[in-house]
């Protein structure tokens, strides 16, 4: 059985909106790019998504779907992270998928590759803005360690979310190292807090779930193979060149030499 969903009417511009969250907070629609809130009823329009693109690096789009931990998962959403890294702006992308069961994962998708993570609520309270890189930690009995603190820039996203998301506004972050391998991440700003349990899944992992053939391999630059060609081509040129040239200065000398005696012999005769 698939995803059900209800539909809703664009408060902007009257198209019909399939939502199939029945958590989400706020969906964009696909036809004005209208931010609808859906926590008021009907839904009304409280911004408009920027239509700056950003590409997937996993080039799938809403709608997609995956077999996850042997269930099936429809894409519904997706966003994305601006962060700057060493002065330079980079971004990574969470995928927030959902089964007919009504089980969110989110995927996250970065330069260091793939995590799979569903939201949790610790045991005990935890306080991210008292957290520094390095801290250990305990969370729910098992140990860790603060890898990394940071925030990051809500830069675009498309489809339904389970909280209230706004283009441009900040997200504070603190990733964890747990001792079991698994991985704890924690996003809040000043209205809401929401903890994550992930694991790291293998490139040819995703791929198989989402059912996408992998990406070829980069082929190789022509124009560098070209240069190389050619640049092998001068250098065989060059050596024959100078091949020649020694071998015509060897037969010259012979040349010269050869009358030479002949000459001797000529003077001694007489």
């Known amino acids: 059985m698939g995803i059900e969903y209800k539909e809703i009417k664009c408060p902007n511009c009257g198209a019909p909106l399939k939502l199939k969250s029945g958590l989400a907070k706020l969906v964009v629609c696909e036809f004005c790019n209208s931010e609808i ?32 931990n042997n269930k099936e998962f429809e894409l519904i959403g997706r966003l994305v992270y601006e962060y700057e890294d060493d002065d330079e702006i980079d971004y990574w992308e969470e995928f927030l998928f959902l089964s007919a069961e009504g089980e969110y994962l989110w995927l996250e998708c970065d330069v260091e590759g793939f995590k799979i993570y569903n939201e949790f609520r610790p045991k005990r309270p935890i306080n991210p803005r008292e957290l520094s890189k390095g801290q250990a930690i305990e969370i729910d009995g098992d140990r860790g360690t603060v890898k990394e603190t940071g925030s990051a820039k809500i830069a675009f996203f498309e489809g339904e979310m389970t909280w209230k998301t706004k283009i441009d506004s900040m997200v504070n972050y603190v990733d964890v190292s747990m001792s079991d391998n698994s991985s704890v991440s924690i996003e809040y700003n000043d209205r809401e807090l929401e903890f994550f349990r992930g694991q790291a899944i293998t490139r040819n992992a995703v791929y198989a779930a989402l059912g996408i053939p992998l990406p070829a391999p980069p082929k190789a630059n022509k124009l560098a193979n070209t240069i190389f060609i050619i640049l092998v081509i001068v250098i065989v040129i060059i050596c024959c060149l100078v091949s020649m040239m020694k071998g015509g200065d060897s037969s010259s000398t012979v040349r010269t030499s050869s009358p030479s005696t002949s000459s001797f012999s000529s003077d001694d005769g007489k």
């Open 37 to 68: 809130d859906l926590t008021k009823e009907n839904g009304i329009k409280v911004g408009e998504r920027h239509r700056k693109e950003y590409p997937s690096r996993l080039k799938v789009s809403l709608g997609q779907l995956a077999q996850f």
